[in-house]
């Protein structure tokens, strides 16, 4: 039986167009990752490179395997910015 | 990664993919807009929040992709007013801030979309979910209020049992506070040893397992960190000082505990190679 360290929804993964990959963020500072490909394929395990630790992706499969992307935040541009007290 | 120097100066470190920093692998000086001391800094997974001591203000930096910056798109400076902030702390991908007033603000949409499952079909507090700076309708003067890094909410208040809270640390998943008396309580995620209680198997508010791991829903003492004078949290383990000596438990797997192995330690235990070096007010760790 596999243990999942955690279920995350697929909104909550980063988008990188390049290299059509999700990400999130994995506790020991790398990233929790799973392709576009993986999930058209009905993949729902987003591994990290860098341990053992491996989360369940919690998506619409029906969704995917259409061909429809679901929207993710993508990265955004560098910001220095002030908030007024 | 960020520091803030006793004379108020900013160091950073680390990756600029999100402008948190200069891409370097040594602390660098970064320079502040305006004002140039800075009080407290805190990291969140990609961004940071500086609390600087020129007229309480609140400086953000890096990804925005959450609203963890506290201001939609478009627009270059906060519309909400604060009263002179009196602490920051990042989350993942939500941040705080408290003021002189007592009121507690925060802002970032976090894991939003896990609370919308979770708490189906009651709607997410306003504050949990969004991108400017909210008011925490919770926070007052008896209260504390924590959000872990995942957005969980936990408060507490003091009562007759001498459990007046004075020091919070949180990790990702987990919490470990400490109180006036020198007591040390732990609740959260349990999975990795991360809250250092004995006889995990037997406690009575053990919750039932769910797919995500065990966890602990009420804060438990941990009487082996009793008196602890630091402490701090790592995503899933932890290190203090207690009794002068420095100790660690929790998740293991990349030997942050420092014990030389890849086991993780489910109670407290000194660190072999500090066993015999005690610490003392004037030396740095």
């Known amino acids: 039986m596999t243990v999942f360290h955690d279920e995350v929804e697929i909104e909550d993964f980063e988008y990188d167009e390049e290299t059509e990959t999700y990400y999130f963020p994995c506790p020991c500072g790398d990233r929790f990752a799973i392709t576009k490909e993986d999930l058209e394929n009905g993949e729902e395990v987003a591994t990290c490179p860098s341990c053992s630790l491996i989360v369940k992706v919690i998506y619409d499969k029906e969704q995917f395997m259409c061909g429809e992307v679901i929207e993710a935040p993508k990265t955004t541009e560098n910001k220095l910015e002030l908030a007024q007290s | ?285």
């Not at chain 2, 692998?25 to 001391?37: A, D, K, N």
């Not at chain 2, 909400?80 to 941040?95: D, N």
């Open chain 2, 1 to 285: 990664m960020s520091l803030s120097s006793e004379s108020g100066e900013l160091l950073m470190c680390g990756q600029n993919h999100k402008g948190q920093s200069q891409e370097v692998i040594t602390f660098q000086p970064c320079p502040l807009p305006g004002c140039s001391r800075v009080q407290q800094v805190s990291c969140g997974w990609d961004f940071s929040v500086i609390n600087s001591d020129c007229d309480g203000q609140v400086l953000v930096c890096s990804s925005n992709a959450f609203g963890q910056l506290g201001f939609s798109p478009g627009i270059t400076h906060s519309a909400e007013p604060f009263h002179p902030v009196t602490s920051v702390a990042a989350g993942l991908r939500h941040a705080l801030a408290s003021t002189a007033s007592g009121c507690v603000y925060q802002w970032g949409t976090g894991l939003s979309s896990h609370a919308k499952r979770m708490l189906s079909p009651h709607p997410v507090p306003a504050h949990l979910s969004s991108k400017e700076p909210c008011l925490v309708p919770v926070a007052g003067s008896t209260h504390c209020v924590c959000l872990t890094v995942k957005g969980d909410v936990f408060l507490w208040g003091s009562n007759k049992h001498d459990q007046r809270v004075t020091d919070v640390h949180s990790g990702w998943t987990h919490l470990v506070v400490k109180t006036e008396s020198g007591r040390v309580f732990t609740w959260g995620r349990a999975n990795y040893g991360q809250l250092g209680q004995i006889n995990q198997s037997t406690e009575k508010e053990y919750d039932i397992s769910t797919s995500s791991g065990q966890s602990i829903s009420r804060p438990v003492e941990v009487k082996a960190l009793f008196g602890a004078t630091q402490i701090a949290c790592g995503s899933e383990h932890n290190l203090a000082v207690v009794g002068g000596r420095i100790v660690s438990w929790g998740w293991n797997e990349h030997k942050m505990c420092g014990d030389g192995s890849l086991c993780d330690i489910p109670q407290p235990q000194p660190i072999p190679c500090f066993r015999d070096i005690t610490s003392n007010e004037d030396s740095t760790s």
